[in-house]
């Protein structure tokens, strides 16, 4: 069974920095992607960021250039730094595990991806 615990979320002024991690246990970490969700009040979950088992990244337009997604296969953690944080990305940030080891599919995207999730940390930025 796959665990996923978050981390290092917290209420921070706009324009502000945040990092989260989330460390993995489980399988072997190195062979998955991995991915950030979020999910604002009164809106479903949507895609942020996510990384290939061999580096490559990917972010949501609406992140781009603030948000960056790094792993640590040595550590069995993933990070998302956000900085220039903007009231709108006020939500809970989830990290999420993919389904199948050396791959990432054109949905990585979709929710339905990733087989496994962790609880979930509260992001605030105020204005």
């Known amino acids: 069974q796959v665990q996923l615990v978050e981390s290092g979320g917290g209420l921070v002024q706009a324009g502000g920095s945040l990092r989260l991690s989330c460390a993995a246990s489980?399988?072997?970490?190195?062979?998955?992607?991995m991915g950030w969700f979020r999910q604002a009040p009164g809106k479903e979950r949507g895609f942020v960021a996510a990384i290939s088992w061999n580096y490559s990244t990917y972010t949501a337009n609406s992140v781009k250039g603030r948000f960056t997604i790094s792993r640590d296969n040595a550590k069995n953690t993933v990070y998302l730094q956000m900085n220039s944080l903007k009231p709108e990305d006020t939500a809970v940030y989830y990290c999420a595990a993919y389904r199948s080891p050396r791959a990432l599919s054109y949905y990585y995207t979709q929710e339905v991806e990733y087989s496994y999730w962790g609880q979930g940390t509260q992001v605030t930025v105020s204005s």
């Open positions: 489980g399988r072997t970490f190195s062979s998955y992607a």
